[in-house]
């Protein structure tokens, strides 16, 4: 085919290992623990929002065993696409690889806005948008450098992000109090369960990304289960400990809103506050050390979203200029420039929580067309080589695309408006390819 061809002439470096890639992985996701999650307790409060995560968390456990069979199976740079394009054809495939690019696209943005939120709190003088670009162009370039050099870099701030996060759990548990997760504890009844779940979903979102860069890992047939297990289990533990931890110190409000009454990009600050004050050092610490967790996702995502983009120009469905490597570095440069200027485009609306919805519709509908994918292929190559297979199958992935199923149905019905803007960049994008640029490819 057309395009098999042109991706054998384009190859990426093998250079990552089992523990570079827990690093990778809990590093795509971990900034979900920093901030963006406690938005979802204004719309299910303290119960409402627990029962989503709760059932989030059966998805992406159900779902991560699948999706490390597609991905050792089908070790490609395009993840989610290259699945779909196997098992359920062009039109699918360039469908899942739009929806899985959405996500990789929109996280950043939301996540640099964070990094704006902590800074300003030591520089409130700075703008809190010149970070954030800041933080775009300087991430952006250590990519393009090197995938071992921005892996490297991606372990080291891991490292201290979850263990801030422990850090935070011991300052904070002492003071847990089992009133504080009765109060307005339900305030928007069962609607806002579902209201909630895309800002559940962010304490996870993106650890599919970690199939990105299955073209870049050494041994992947062993490493990729590897990388996924051990990261899924260390972000369970950390989304249980951060959640409880943190509203169990004065409640859900006191982590969602500013002494002002904004909603707030910054809640374990907001949280250690009522313990320590704003002076303290052990304050301090966790601004400091927290940005770094903001900065492993930031960074990730931003890697494994060059991956995704650069598949697409790779195989015809982008510009072909997308699917270009540096001559030196041997790295996706202008599909990451390219992923930073549509994401500084979003982050200049200042719509941090819309951003996340997108970026949870992108993902939600990778997940149910990864999981179909998966179906199809079982069914329609059963010799495959796979190199690991999901446990309980079907149950697992069958699991995970009705959980997957409902929790899209309901983000969209509670988000029409932004439904639009998601299926508005789908349809757009589609018709841009199968109309335009395939009919200028076979000319």
Not at 331 to 346: E, H, Q
Request: one cysteine or more.
């Amino acid at each position: 085919m057309l395009h098999q061809t042109k991706a054998e002439t384009v190859s990426l470096n093998r250079s990552l290992g089992p523990f570079m890639l827990w690093g990778l992985g809990v590093g795509l996701v971990i900034s979900g623990m920093y901030f963006g999650w406690n938005l979802g307790l204004e719309k299910g409060g303290t119960l409402g929002f627990a029962i989503a995560t709760f059932f989030v968390i059966i998805l992406y456990t159900t779902f991560t065993f699948s999706y490390t069979e597609l991905a050792c199976a089908i070790p490609k740079a395009g993840g989610a696409f290259d699945y779909a394009h196997k098992a359920l054809g062009e039109k699918m495939g360039f469908v899942c690889g739009i929806a899985q690019i959405i996500e990789f696209v929109f996280a950043p943005p939301a996540i640099a806005a964070a990094i704006g939120a902590y800074f300003q709190i030591y520089f409130p003088s700075v703008p809190g948008i010149l970070i954030a670009i800041t933080a775009y162009v300087f991430f952006t370039a250590l990519n393009i450098i090197g995938v071992k050099l921005a892996a490297t870099f991606e372990l080291f701030v891991t490292i201290f992000a979850v263990a801030e996060l422990l850090l935070f759990a011991g300052v904070t548990l002492p003071h847990f109090q089992a009133a504080n997760f009765t109060k307005n504890a339900f305030p928007n009844g069962y609607a806002g369960i579902f209201a909630s779940i895309p800002f559940a979903i962010w304490f996870f979102l993106a650890i599919e990304g970690l199939a990105n860069l299955a073209e870049e890992t050494v041994d992947p047939d062993k490493n990729i289960k590897k990388g996924f297990g051990w990261a899924l289990f260390t972000l369970v533990a950390l989304c249980i400990l951060t959640f409880v931890s943190a509203v169990g110190v004065d409640g859900w409000e006191r982590i969602v809103y500013t002494p002002t009454g904004e909603p707030s990009d910054s809640p374990l600050p907001l949280a250690l506050s009522v313990i320590v004050g704003n002076n303290n050092l052990l304050y301090h610490l966790l601004i400091g050390i927290g940005l770094m967790g903001l900065v492993a996702s930031f960074h990730g995502i931003i890697l494994a979203a060059g991956r995704a983009t650069f598949e697409f120009g790779r195989v015809g469905y982008f510009p072909a200029i997308l699917g270009k490597l540096h001559p030196v570095r041997k790295t996706p440069a202008v599909a990451l420039v390219v992923n930073m200027l549509v994401g500084i485009v979003a982050l200049l609306t200042g719509k941090t929580g819309e951003i996340i919805t997108i970026a949870c519709m992108g993902a939600l509908s990778l997940y149910i067309i990864s999981m179909f994918s998966l179906f199809a292929l079982r069914r329609n190559y059963p010799d495959m080589p796979r190199p690991f297979k999901v446990p309980l199958y079907p149950a697992f992935p069958a699991i995970a695309l009705v959980i997957a199923l409902v929790a899209f149905i309901a983000v969209c019905i509670y988000n029409p408006g932004l439904t639009l803007i998601y299926f508005g960049i789908l349809c757009f994008t589609y018709v841009g390819y199968f109309w335009f640029l395939k009919r200028s490819q076979t000319r």
